[in-house]
């Protein structure tokens, strides 16, 4: 870990960075994954490196849209698996949900080092991808889980590539993502964009899903009905322009 005080005025950047190297050195986290880290940066300082409206307003239908779901799925990949380890298990116990380990570059090794890292962190099954595959979609990540995200209805998929995003959407799921970048293919496909830094979302999602389960009050068809995903993308857009 960095020497950093934490004083300093980027301590918490600095601090989620370390998450990500650590994660390279667990052989969690891909070295790609630190290019994909980079890119976020530089969109979470151009949206104040805060949670905009925008993304509370999206935080709050993915929170219906979770707890609605028959089959809800948590797709974790190296930078997720790094950076917020205890609040994945958090979610799918709250939701509740299964997790399911989904990379992009391929590699067994690492698949296995994700799920033992999760399962130290207090999960109980972790799904690996198995005979299941998606079509449309030449990557690793066509590889599912056949009673994960094969069966699921509803995917929670933060920082997540383009490609599957599309394929999961033709198969007829709806598709959550986590993404500082409001331009990027994911971000454009999904169902819901929560456009924030995953490390501040995933606390909000939490709780409000926590909130909605003990007030029992939130009408989850209503709530989704009204949502306009474009709409979202503009409002962060916007605030990115007016800088
Ligand atoms: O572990 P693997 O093999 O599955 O690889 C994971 C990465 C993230 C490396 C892989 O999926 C990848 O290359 O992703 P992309 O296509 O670079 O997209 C990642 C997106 O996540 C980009 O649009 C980034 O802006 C965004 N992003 C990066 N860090 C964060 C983030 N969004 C929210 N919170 C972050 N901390």
């Known amino acids: 870990m960095t020497d950093v005080p934490k004083s300093h005025p980027r301590y ?26 980079g890119r976020g940066e530089a969109f979470d300082y151009l949206i104040g490196e805060k949670t905009n409206d925008f993304a509370v307003k999206a935080i709050d239908v993915a929170a219906s849209l979770l707890i609605k779901a028959k089959h809800p799925i948590i797709s974790v990949n190296g930078n997720t698996a790094a950076l917020i380890p205890k609040e994945l298990i958090k979610l799918s116990k709250i939701i509740p949900a299964k997790l399911e380990v989904n990379i992009f570059h391929a590699s067994k090794q690492r698949e296995n080092n994700i799920k033992k890292h999760l399962i130290k962190n207090g999960a109980k099954e972790v799904l690996l991808p198995n005979k ?11 590889f599912v889980n056949k009673n994960g995200i094969a069966e699921s209805d509803v995917v929670f998929v933060p920082l997540e590539d383009g490609d599957r995003c599309e ?8 598709v959550i993502t986590v993404d500082l970048n409001p331009l990027s293919r994911t971000s454009q496909k999904a169902n819901i964009t929560i456009v924030d830094n995953i490390v501040r979302t995933m606390p909000l999602l939490i709780k409000k899903i926590d909130q909605y389960k003990k007030l029992n009050k939130n009408n989850p068809k209503k709530i989704i009905k009204n949502y306009n995903n474009k709409k979202i993308l503009n409002e962060a857009l916007k605030a990115i322009k007016k800088l």
């Open 12 to 37: 918490i950047s600095l601090r989620t960075r370390d998450l990500i190297v650590d994660g390279i050195k667990k052989g969690i986290t891909s070295e790609h994954g630190l290019i994909a880290h």
């Open 132 to 142: 299941s595959y998606l079509k449309n979609i030449d990557s690793n990540r066509r």
């Open 167 to 174: 394929a999961l959407r033709k198969r007829g799921k709806k």
